[in-house]
């Protein structure tokens, strides 16, 4: 009998013993996390960017410490209602009041049916979210024993983000003269995240969601999807090379790095090609322990974190072959380089189709595919649906024109909206293996117009436009891109190639027209009809 009791008494102490263990290692650090004060440290790195009010410190506090590579000296910033593009010689400004880009669009927008979201409904789909989210986050708590004093979240109707999922229309994600852009680029950079979570391809390679919804796993790259306080969500690429390092010749395009300030450089050149196909992206510091870690929910996400020998922040990618240290991506000791790219409406309420380029790669170390090795390629795909009887084939190739002047070989889906039917605008997604080697044209790219030799008239006139000296588009990239709070965002050598492939499109169009003349390569239209084709341009430097 005294044995039993003697048993009873160790076997009490030792539960003893692990529940307070499980309380001081797990339970106290994380109530630790919520109750410590978000306090601005004397002396931070960013203290002189500007701040929104409404994001406290959170956005910017880090601890205190010396700059470190991946550190960019701020440009100069400005309101969102203002303007940092001013003076008589602005370039930009003078390109955007060109005439070209105040050309009546065609077809006009006539009613609700040229907007992709029906107004009402989007509304009652935002506040059903954020119903949910409020159910979720109480629940959070309650079960971590934390009592919060913040109030509920409320679907602000004027919040940028709504109003740019309302504004987006069968021309493009966003109009030409739009004030909403500029202040969603100025929300993305200073609201300060309320939840961070992996993104849809990482959780389909945890078996969390379903692989066939993404187009292809992830590699050796890292994006984070971030929440803001104003509910807007955003894609979250770290900086993973410096500016001024080239991808190695002897990587393949599948293998390359993402480059967080590729996806900056990717929107601010496609608004100025009149475009308006890629979503608003931002450049900004974030603190990964207090922008991710401690706001995320995901415990697969937060024990990718760890300190690394330098006492830096760092974390990596849960994925079945990514899983090292080595790839991790860390702050100094706190603050990381990052691109937020402004998410697009979700496809409960904007479906959309996500297509093979008829120009992929093989992705494989060996392997061509057709159009590699056919010059007559083309010939087969103007005779396969959609290509045959819309503007899509045009639309590709205004697509590869892009990405050439980038350097973008990664190309191997495009998405639309299936609302604006066959003839609607590419989304030009996931851009961040541009910018990589600023001394190497890789002409396999423009494919799609060597090959075809066809080139919408509204393209090739901003394309000669930006080959004259007054808005050199080396020029104007590099003053658009000083409004971003990480630049510089591109070398000097990157912004000089873009002169340079510039010339070799504009080459190539001629060519076309010396070989099939001026009718059958330049495909016009009613809105081009009041800006008539010059001829080439030649640039002078």
């Known amino acids: 009998m005294p044995g039993l009791r003697r048993d009873r008494l160790l076997t009490l102490l030792l539960l003893g013993a692990l529940l307070s263990a499980d309380l001081y290692f797990h339970l106290w650090p994380q109530v630790q996390r919520q109750l410590r004060p978000r306090e601005d440290p004397p002396s931070c790195p960013c203290a002189g960017r500007a701040s929104s009010p409404a994001s406290g410190s959170a956005a910017a506090s880090s601890d205190s410490g010396p700059a470190a590579r991946n550190f960019s000296q701020a440009g100069p910033q400005t309101e969102p209602g203002g303007d940092s593009r001013s003076g008589p010689g602005s370039k930009l400004q003078a390109l955007f009041a060109h005439p070209l880009y105040s050309v009546p669009e065609e077809p006009p ?21 954020v119903a949910r989210w409020n159910r979720r986050h109480k629940m959070y708590k309650e079960q ?13 109707l004027e919040a940028s983000w709504v109003q740019f999922h309302l504004g987006i229309n069968r021309h493009g994600l966003y109009s030409r003269s739009s004030p909403i852009v500029r202040q969603l680029l100025h929300d993305m950079g200073h609201f300060p995240t309320i939840s961070a979570d992996y993104s849809q391809d990482e959780k389909a390679l945890l078996g969390a969601c379903d692989c066939t919804q993404i187009v292809k796993p992830s590699g050796v790259h890292l994006k984070l999807v971030l929440r803001f306080s104003d509910f807007g969500k955003a894609m979250f690429k770290p900086m993973r090379q410096q500016r001024d390092e080239e991808t190695p010749e002897d990587f393949f395009y599948f293998i390359d790095f993402q480059r967080h300030n590729a996806e900056i450089a990717a929107f601010h050149l496609d608004r100025i090609l009149d475009f308006r196909r890629v979503p608003p992206t931002v450049g900004k510091l974030v603190n990964v322990t207090k922008e991710i870690l401690e706001v995320t929910r995901n415990e697969i996400l937060q024990s990718v974190f760890f300190v690394s020998p330098a006492s830096n922040v760092c974390f990596f990618a849960k994925c079945p072959y990514m899983c090292k240290t080595e790839y991790a991506v860390c702050g100094n000791p706190h603050l990381l380089e990052g691109s937020l790219s402004a998410f697009l409406p979700s496809l409960n309420l904007a479906p959309r189709l996500s297509v093979p380029n008829p120009w992929i790669r093989s992705y494989s170390l060996a392997g061509k595919e057709e159009w590699e090795v056919n010059p007559l390629y083309c010939d087969t795909v103007k005779q396969i649906y ?5 503007n899509r084939l045009l639309n590709v190739i205004d697509m590869a024109i892009f ?51 066809m080139i919408k008239k509204k393209t090739l006139l901003h394309l000669q436009l930006l080959a004259q000296a007054d808005y050199r588009l080396s020029d104007v990239m590099r003053e658009s891109l000083l409004d971003d709070q990480l630049t510089p ?21 001629e060519g076309c027209i010396e070989t099939h003349g001026e009718d059958s390569v330049i495909a016009g239209g009613p809105a081009e009809q009041s800006a008539p084709y010059s001829g080439p341009v030649k640039w002078t430097s």
Do not use: W
Request: hydrophobic share 35%; proline share 5%; glycine share 6%.
């Open 489 to 509: 965002v591109l070398t000097e050598p990157h912004l000089l190639a873009l002169d340079r492939r510039l010339q070799i499109i504009l080459k190539a169009v």
């Open 386 to 390: 959609p290509y045959n009887s819309s």
């Open 144 to 156: 971590l024993n934390l009592t919060s004093l913040d109030p509920p979240l409320q679907l602000r």
């Open 109 to 129: 927008l006539l009613g609700p049916e040229d907007s992709l979201l029906a107004g009402q409904e989007a509304l009652r789909y935002y506040r059903r979210k």
């Open 403 to 453: 990405d050439f002047l980038i350097g973008n070989m990664d190309r191997h889906h495009y998405e639309m909206f299936t609302k604006f039917g066959d003839d609607g605008f590419l989304i030009h997604l996931d851009n961040a293996r541009g910018f990589g080697r600023h001394s190497h044209d890789e002409l396999s790219i423009l494919s799609p117009l060597s090959q075809c030799c």
